[in-house]
């Protein structure tokens, strides 16, 4: 239909696009444990300045596509600008906001993998996720599920913050942390190896072997439990211990200088 066409209807019907203020009352997010748990996310319920109130009131063009889209999430309570869609006052959409409580962009490729960005006053997140295989070969008609794949973290607490999920997308096996004091890289945290940066140290962690060596105003350097330093003061003792009766005995005082710069350099 042309235009011109259009506007004569318009104008013909009464018909006219409305817009009004309006106060958000409830804001209707995603589950936390599926993207499809809340039919009624990425919109809010609000009360118009006459007291009616309207529900479900879109963030974006179409409810219906959760995986993509980019939104805007307004602060509950804070006032906003509705304007209905084709009339309908039941369809609506925020055309204008005063207090935006975060942003996401949500990007979904063809391999049904996407891109999110969250961000908010105090922290922004960078996420990789990708679809969970259901091991069917038959179309389903239900919405996927999705599994980590990466995420890239950082905010006003000075910190910078990267995971990368195993294959299964349960646990992470990589995580580097930058902060204003700290530099940490962990691979399989709890049973691989741990390295950190600090302010006060430097160590290098394997759990599983339990190995350890840590560096700050002495060496520290373990491993299954046992440590360098007490092994060595312990052997030193020992040496101090012998007697020779033809021959020179252990020189006990060069011993206890040894044992005293061991204690100076390791801990």
């Not at 007291?51 to 602060?75: D, F, M, T, Y």
């Not at 009339?87 to 999110?116: M, V, W």
């Not at 997308?169 to 580097?176: A, L, R, W």
């Not at 003061?233 to 061991?262: F, H, M, R």
């Amino acid at each position: 239909m042309e235009i011109t066409n259009v506007i004569k209807n318009i104008a013909t019907e009464g018909q006219k696009i409305q817009t009004c203020p309006a106060k958000v009352v409830r804001v209707n997010v995603e589950g936390d444990t599926s993207l499809h748990d809340n039919a009624d996310a990425y919109t809010v319920d609000v009360i118009r300045s006459d007291g009616a109130k309207i529900n479900n009131v879109r963030l974006k063009a179409s409810i219906q596509e959760k995986e993509q889209g980019i939104i805007c999430v307004p602060k509950e309570g804070s006032w906003v600008l509705v304007s209905i869609i084709e009339t309908t006052e039941t369809r609506a959409f925020i055309s204008q906001y005063s207090e935006i409580e975060k942003i996401f962009l949500r990007i979904k490729n063809d391999d049904d993998q996407y891109f999110e960005l969250q961000t908010n006053g105090s922290s922004t997140e960078l996420l990789y996720k990708k679809p969970e295989a259901d091991g069917s070969s038959e179309v389903s008609s239900s919405p996927p599920t999705y599994k980590n794949i990466a995420s890239l973290g950082f905010g006003v607490d000075k910190t910078l913050d990267a995971k990368f999920w195993d294959d299964a997308g349960e646990k992470v096996v990589q995580q580097t942390t930058i902060a204003h004091d700290k530099v940490a890289i962990n691979f399989n945290e709890g049973e691989g190896y741990q390295s950190a940066i600090e302010s006060e140290k430097v160590s290098f962690r394997h759990e599983g072997n339990k190995l350890c060596f840590e560096m700050d105003t002495h060496f520290k350097i373990e491993a299954d439990g046992t440590n360098l330093k007490d092994q060595l003061n312990s052997l030193i003792q020992e040496i101090k211990k012998i007697v020779v009766v033809q021959g020179t005995s252990p020189n006990v005082g060069a011993l206890t200088t040894i044992d005293n710069n061991i204690n100076k350099i390791l801990k």
